[in-house]
């Protein structure tokens, strides 16, 4: 049986990480969610005030910066820490959305986030969501997965997401929010989402979580066995 690197990259609110994360549980591998490290790095920079024109500010706030994952015994989900402290709930909230994609488009925070992605998935039987899995963290990944979802469903998911959270949030702010980061996260210079030449394509749009979870078991089994 092969330990393998699965790769799942593509737009906000397609459901990447929730079924990545059932994935990984299922195939009993660790989950990484780099846009966690993103969001916790963004998070860091808004409450330090660290100014995005000053290039020693910030490599002085990243020299600062511990990122570390940790599961929750309740729930049995991997949660994230900032320089030790829980921060899963804030980094989902609208302010570090609005923020987020501007602070991963900085080639220096970009360096040093690729370069931990690395270490931590070096083991292998992992498997990571993110933007640039595929492409620039791990060319080499045996499986990556692109996925794609319309719109629509795309903000009701994100919606209903930050429902739970219990935070309301308009649907068309919701809409603006992912329109721009597709923007930013698109076209960046610094490993833009861009889906890899050998990545399967997975539109979400119609498919169930069950559906989509099956098809993902589906694929990595044919890997793992290979
Ligand atoms: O997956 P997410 O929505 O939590 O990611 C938040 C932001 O982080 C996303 O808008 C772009 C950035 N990101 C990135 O640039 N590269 C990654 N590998 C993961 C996320």
Known sequence: ??????????????????????????????????GAMYRAVTLYFCRNHIKL?????IQKALENINIHFGVNSKTNLSETYLNGLNVEKEIRKMYISEKVSEISALV???????????KLGKKKAVVMDGRDIGTVVFPDAELKIFMRADMRVRVARRQKELLDRE?????????????KR?????????????Q?????????TYLTFEEQLDKLIDLSIQKIWL
Do not use: F, H, W
Request: with cysteine; proline share 2%; hydrophobic share 35%.
């Open 1 to 34: 049986m092969n330990k393998i690197v699965i790769a799942i990259d593509g737009y906000s609110a397609c459901g990447k990480s929730t079924t990545a994360k059932a994935l990984a549980k299922t195939l009993s591998y660790a989950y990484l969610d780099s």
């Open 53 to 57: 024109t000053n290039p020693k500010a």
């Open 108 to 118: 220096d925070v970009r360096r040093e986030l690729v370069a931990q992605q690395r």
């Open 167 to 179: 935070q309301l949030v308009e649907t068309e702010t919701i809409r603006n929010n992912l329109e």
């Open 182 to 194: 597709d923007r930013i996260d698109s076209t960046r210079e610094e490993s833009p989402l861009r």
């Open 196 to 204: 890899a030449e050998d990545a399967i394509v997975l539109d979400t």
